[in-house]
């Protein structure tokens, strides 16, 4: 259980490489030359649907092929992230388990095999939960990369070097700042992230332990009337935790060997790299800069990436 929904699967660079590729195309052909082959001896006019048909079916196969196979579930270890990931993903273990034994309490019947059915279900939700922790430690990991302290203290004195607003300033000191600010904000990003996420996982456990504390109260009354509705509740925990992942997903780590002056840390996350949806903090006031003027500027300090 917790393998990839058909979803992930289909929507995934290797179907779109299949639906445009030459093979793809050769496919799609064959299936209707099959086609019109097998149906213009009945009718001509089924000629054109056996041609339709028998595309359908040829680019269906081709697209069965590229379908990514189910890769293992992932051995769940909570210890394996650090906090809040871990109290989430314990809290889930431990829903699972009183569900599990929620189900134990019901008489042998159909309810009971309803239920059961559930209770697999949420071998998926733990592990679209661990998921979503493992990818937030990898943010966490990356936002302790960022001293945004450092940053903010090169930045009030690069721009106290320039007096009010970047008029006179040089264009290598005006570009600094530039950096600076974009590694501030990059930061305030990353933490609205990780803050948004966690509380999105405590609203997810906390649904499931109401599906638990449903699950109970079925058992107790051993009524079926609503088993469909706990059913479609918990698949609505699982889609909810792989929209989570996959915009966790989204964040690609940003790991180059050597970085210029002015540049984000290695293994630090870009601005384009977060999700869209992650709240953005207004920019930081700007004037445009100027031509800059005769009065150079060594490059005194530097940003925290090139340290």
């Keep these: ?33 099959v086609g019109i082959v097998a149906t213009a ?13 028998g595309g359908v079916v040829g680019l269906g196969i081709r697209v069965a092929i590229a379908l990514p196979r189910h890769a293992p579930s992932p051995k769940i270890d909570p210890f394996s ?5 871990r109290g989430a993903v314990l809290d889930a273990v431990k829903s699972r388990a009183r569900f599990t034994q929620a189900v134990k309490t019901f008489r042998d019947g159909p309810l009971k095999a309803s239920v059961t059915v559930i209770d697999d279900r949420l071998d998926d939700a733990v592990n679209e939960c ?29 721009r106290a ?19 600076l600010e974009a590694q501030l904000q990059t930061a305030h990003r990353m933490d609205d992230l990780i803050a948004s996420t966690k509380e999105q996982l405590d609203l997810l456990n906390a649904r499931l332990d109401e599906a638990v ?41 940003a790991t180059p060997s050597s970085a210029p002056a002015g540049s984000a840390p ?25 031509a800059p003027s005769q009065d150079t500027d060594p490059g005194q300090g530097r940003a925290t990436g090139s340290r």
């Design 161 to 179: 070097q320039g007096g009010d607003g970047r008029e006179g300033l040089t264009e290598a000191r005006s570009l600094r700042i530039t950096s």
């Design 41 to 53: 001896p009945v009718a001509v006019p089924l000629a054109a649907v056996g041609a339709v048909i």
């Design 266 to 290: 290695a293994g630090a996350v870009m601005d384009e790299d977060l999700p869209t949806s992650a709240a953005v903090p207004p920019p930081l006031p700007r004037s445009s800069p100027t």
């Design 81 to 85: 992230v650090n906090e809040p990931w």
């Design 213 to 253: 504390t449903r699950a109970i109260e079925l058992s107790v009354s051993n009524q079926g009337g609503g088993v469909g509705e706990l059913g479609s509740d918990v698949d609505g925990i699982i889609d909810d935790l792989q929209s989570l992942r996959l915009a966790m997903e989204d964040v690609k780590g």
């Design 130 to 158: 661990y998921r979503v922790a493992l990818q937030g430690q990898l943010v966490t990991d990356g936002r302790k990369n960022i001293n945004d302290h450092e940053v903010a203290t090169e930045l009030a004195q690069a």
């Design 1 to 33: 259980m917790g393998s990839l929904s058909f979803r992930d699967r289909f929507f995934s660079p290797s179907v779109a490489k299949a639906l445009t590729s030459p093979s793809g195309i050769l496919s799609l052909g064959a299936g209707a030359a």
